[in-house]
């Protein structure tokens, strides 16, 4: 099981970033919020550049943006392996994912708790992750949706039947007591558990170990 980091919510992220590159972490997951399609607006192009200066691990963006498309070309100049955006996007989802795979980005679609799983089967063959959104996108700090867990295993069957390499990523509200629920995922992200420990690595170990079959 991979874990992915992430600092929402965050009061000093330089020094959380610092803390987490010296921690067998797989990725920093970074949200990216225009104000449009979330409430908040937060982590804008010009934050995100700097990233790099703090940590070498590979990135894993989510992008909780109407318009995507425009963001690309500057995200490609950074260490980032996956870019994820969410099915409702204003611009076209094909030309979306088209132009990270231009980049050698590998893409993934984010799908809300109040969207039923099915709606990301037509992409499964050309996109490289699924988000699946555990918690409502745009706050951090909020608690795991149960109803997450058989959209998981609906998910990981469906992607079993077609033989597909598909991963599967959870993101929001992940625990030491969920995440035994959620073995059927290729990547956890988990951004208060970490945040809020004493000792990062204990607890990405912790939580690798728990998410284990």
Do not use: W
């Not at 992915?4 to 020094?15: H, Y």
């Amino acid at each position: 099981m991979k874990i992915g980091a992430s600092f929402l919510g965050a009061k000093n992220i330089p020094n959380v970033l610092k803390k987490l590159n010296v921690t067998n972490v797989d990725y920093i997951h970074i949200d990216v919020m225009d104000g449009k399609y979330v409430k908040k607006k937060i982590m804008p192009i010009n934050e995100l550049i700097n990233i790099p200066y703090y940590t070498r691990k590979r990135l894993d963006v989510h992008l909780m943006v109407l318009k995507p498309l425009k963001l690309i070309d500057d995200l490609a100049t950074l260490n980032v392996e996956f870019i994820n955006v969410h099915l409702d996007i204003k611009d076209n989802l094909d030309k979306v994912i088209e132009k990270c795979k231009k980049y050698g980005i590998k893409v993934g679609i984010a799908v809300n708790p109040n969207q039923e799983i099915e709606s990301v089967y037509p992409y499964l063959d050309k996109i490289d992750l699924v988000l699946v959104m555990s918690v409502v996108p745009g706050l951090p700090g909020q608690e795991f949706i149960p109803e997450s867990i058989p959209k998981i295993k609906k998910l990981r069957e469906e992607i079993t039947s077609r033989n597909l390499k598909t991963l599967i990523n959870v993101d929001g509200g992940v625990n030491f007591l969920n995440a035994k629920d959620l073995c059927d995922a290729d990547i956890l992200v988990s951004g208060s558990t970490i945040l809020k420990s004493d000792d990062f690595q204990d607890t990405i170990t912790k939580l690798r170990k728990c998410a284990t079959k």
